[in-house]
T-cell receptor, first 115, second 118 residues
């Protein structure tokens, strides 16, 4: 199994630009999570999906952030317009949810720098 | 709301020695999971060990073991025979076990950076 795949691994962009982060969960997993990691705030859950449906997006910082999961094998996190304070490492994780939950497997992360 | 606290921002251990990382949590729930994740410089988050709250026996995984004290809401990680490859940031995490759509949400502590001295 290839594990959770994220792209790009690094992204450098200028303030105001649109940024799209991509995630491919582990095949067979039906839960997907987007996290953000910064020195100041640590690891924060932004949003998660069960069976492609957003369950909890209370961690999404503001309307500039949006996430979609059009099918079981792909998700995107979009920031538009981007700001320097969005600079962080963004992780995608997936798990197989079966009532009592299961371990989350993390992707390698995308390091985003907004200049 | 549940919270997870790691009071040791940094720790250091000599190679081959034993080190214990602390974690406390706050919850009103009786059934939940607790995890330790390792994040080496590569940034990859790796699950080290997990504990189900209803199990009294402490979980072990090779050189890694936990001391789970449910009444005290404490969940420490012991690393025995420390190796250079154990150097990483370690995160304690909590997840509810109650049924429903919210069960998969992980709540992380702030992490402990472990250095291993040769």
């Amino acid at each position: 199994d290839a594990g959770v795949i994220q792209s790009p691994r690094h992204e450098v962009t200028e303030m105001g630009q649109e940024v799209t982060l991509r995630c491919k969960p582990i095949s067979g997993h039906n839960s997907l999570f987007w996290y953000r990691q910064t020195m100041m705030r640590g690891l924060e859950l932004l949003i998660y999906f069960n069976n492609n449906v957003p369950i909890d997006d209370s961690g999404m910082p503001e309307d500039r952030f949006s996430a979609k999961m059009p099918n079981a094998s792909f998700s995107t996190l979009k920031i538009q317009p981007s700001e320097p304070r969005d600079s962080a490492v963004y992780f995608c994780a997936s798990s197989f949810f079966r009532g009592s939950g299961n371990e989350q497997f993390f992707g390698p992360g995308t390091r985003l720098t907004v200049l | 709301a549940q919270t997870v606290t790691q009071s040791q921002p940094e720790m250091s251990v000599q190679e081959a020695e034993t080190v214990t990382l602390s974690c406390t949590y706050d919850t009103s729930e009786s059934d939940y999971y607790l995890f330790w994740y390792k994040q080496p410089p590569s940034r990859q988050m790796i699950l080290v060990i997990r504990q189900e709250a209803y199990k009294q026996q402490n979980a072990t995984e090779n050189r890694f073991s936990v001391n789970f004290q449910k009444a005290a809401k404490s969940f420490s990680l012991k690393i025995s025979d420390s190796q250079l490859g154990d150097a990483a940031m370690y995160f304690c995490a909590y997840r509810t076990r109650v049924g429903g759509g919210a069960t998969n949400k992980l709540i992380f502590g702030t992490g402990t950076l472990l250095a291993v001295q040769p």
